[in-house]
């Protein structure tokens, strides 16, 4: 067993995206404590202490959402989804000056266009797609994400979001009281639209209510919402040819996809409807 799974307990990590959020980004404003973030503890990117680069972070016990759903009451739902919507809003407080990955706004290499930054990072998995032969629609995915896209330069913002945030397996609860414990999948973030968050694809009242949002009823903002939409459906398709399949999952991922696309080809002259 590698020491770093030894002392996993602990918070003892190898670098990732993690590491850039809570190392980079959230020491500059340390005197905002996010709630179920886990704290940065140290941080040794060059490896002066063990050799090699690692990180110690709060530990955070608790088990997933996808573990204890059926377990909660509507009431415990409401105010789980309240408290996530809260919190999203929280971590989307924090801004940049450029869109793109973590990696490209750390080194300048940003862009100014969320338009320009998505469609880079879509085309990203679309890449890796062919790469290992997945059979998907290209040439109608690429021309229904190009012709809607302009729908993306709504976004002047660049806000701080954690694309897999409200997935069942990132939110840890606690066994026993139910309540928010903390939240993973920081390997999703990036600087873009709060929006892209999962949580958002079929937002309940009660996260709208703890994001302090109106509903997601205009077509803008329902474009954008297809377009995240159709990015996590091909991601989550992808991810299966990357490690031990899920067929069911892929099926499912597959289903989305055609239902997603079928949409977005309903929608007419996004240019003049969106002011583009």
């Known amino acids: 067993m590698s020491p770093v799974r030894d002392l996993a307990p602990i918070g003892l990590e190898v670098p990732n995206k993690l590491s850039i959020v809570l190392g980079h980004i959230l020491p500059s404003t340390v005197h905002v404590r996010i709630p179920c973030v886990p704290s940065l503890l140290h941080y040794d990117p060059q490896g002066t202490l063990l050799g090699s680069a690692f990180l110690v972070r709060q530990y955070v016990h608790g088990s997933t959402l996808q573990e204890l759903e059926s377990r909660l009451t509507s009431e415990d739902r409401r105010d789980l989804d309240r408290q996530l919507g809260l919190l999203v809003n929280m971590i989307g407080q924090h801004t940049a000056d ?69 997935r069942p397996s990132t939110v840890l609860l606690d066994p026993v009281s139910r309540q928010l414990a903390g939240i993973t999948g920081f390997d ?63 099926i499912e991922a597959r289903r989305r996809l055609t239902r997603v696309l079928t949409k977005m080809a309903a929608i007419e002259i996004v240019e003049a409807r969106v002011g583009v």
């Open 98 to 166: 450029s869109f793109g990955t973590l990696e490209q706004v750390a080194l300048g290499s940003g862009t100014r266009s969320w338009r320009e930054a998505f469609l880079v990072h879509f085309e990203s998995i679309l890449r890796d797609s062919e790469d290992v032969f997945v059979h998907l629609p290209y040439a109608e995915i690429r021309h229904q994400v190009g012709r809607l896209s302009p729908a993306l330069d709504q976004i002047t913002s660049p806000r701080l979001v954690i694309c897999d945030f409200g």
């Open 188 to 250: 999703s973030a990036l600087w873009g639209d709060v929006y892209m968050g999962e949580i958002f694809e079929d937002p309940s009242p009660a996260v709208l209510d703890g994001f302090a949002s109106r509903d997601i009823d205009c077509e803008p903002d329902l474009i954008r919402q297809l377009l995240y939409a159709c990015y996590r459906s091909i991601h989550n398709i992808t991810i299966q040819y990357y490690r031990e399949r899920n067929s069911a999952a892929e």
